[in-house]
T-cell receptor, first 113, second 116 residues
Framework: SAVISQKPSRDICQRGTSLTIQCQVD?????MFWYRQQPGQSLTLIAT?????????ESGFVIDKFPISRPNLTFSTLTVSNMSPEDSSIYLC??????????FGDGTRLSIL | AQTVTQSQPEMSVQEAETVTLSCTYD???????LFWYKQPPSRQMILVIR??????QNATENRFSVNFQKAAKSFSLKISDSQLGDAAMYFC?????????????FGGGTRLMVKP
């Protein structure tokens, strides 16, 4: 399966600032996904990011808060904007080929003070 | 909408013994995939095993096997000969087969502790 690298692995940020998380894959993939995992919770899909089209956001998530880029088939970024303590979570990217299972990166643990 | 339920927030097992984690789901679809993912403290979600709903045979991967009961909408994970490295959060997940978006619906997770 693809090797997926996320950067940073963790960060502590001040409220009101923004952080961009990168997801790099070692092979071309059609679909990339961004998830949020709040402390002690399961995964919630933020958006689907396919190359060549705008990201599709799930209910409760908006582009102004979580802008996503997908410039090519091996890379995507998720920005968490104007952060508040409620944004403290693990953020995970995953990748998949059509019809195939999703494979996940190591996640980014984000804490907002 | 599909839902996935894991009724056991925590389970524990003695090293070398067998444990079964439960998962039930609700769907009106007849063709779909089911998955078990493992998330150790390192945070990475690791695909453990998957089952295609149209296959009657239960999937097996080394010490991991599933008991897929389609009529009951049940998909339990059995871990045999448990090892300390099996300690993790385990998530059950569902995906429709004809889903170009590959979207997964996750259960709430079960924390598995392995006692030496």
């Amino acid at each position: 399966s693809a090797v997926i690298s996320q950067k940073p692995s963790r960060d502590i940020c001040q409220r009101g600032t923004s952080l961009t998380i990168q997801c790099q894959v070692d092979s071309q993939v059609t679909m990339m996904f961004w998830y949020r995992q709040q402390p002690g919770q399961s995964l919630t899909l933020i958006a689907t990011a396919n190359q060549g089209s705008e990201a599709t956001y799930e209910s409760g998530f908006v582009i102004d808060k979580f802008p996503i880029s997908r410039p090519n088939l091996t890379f995507s970024t998720l920005t968490v904007s104007n952060m508040s303590p409620e944004d403290s979570s693990i953020y995970l990217c995953s990748v998949a080929q059509p019809g195939g299972p999703q494979h996940f990166g190591d996640g980014t643990r984000l804490s907002i003070l | 909408a599909q839902t996935v339920t894991q009724s056991q927030p925590e389970m524990s097992v003695q090293e070398a013994e067998t444990v079964t984690l439960s998962c039930t789901y609700d769907t009106s679809e007849s063709d779909y995939y089911l998955f078990w993912y493992k998330q150790p403290p390192s945070r990475q979600m690791i695909l453990v095993i998957r089952q295609e709903a149209y296959k009657q045979q239960n999937a097996t991967e080394n010490r991991f096997s599933v008991n897929f009961q389609k009529a009951a909408k049940s998909f339990s994970l059995k871990i045999s000969d448990s090892q300390l490295g099996d300690a993790a959060m385990y998530f059950c997940a569902y995906r429709r087969r004809n889903n170009a978006g590959n979207m997964l619906t996750f259960g709430g997770g079960t924390r598995l502790m392995v006692k030496p």
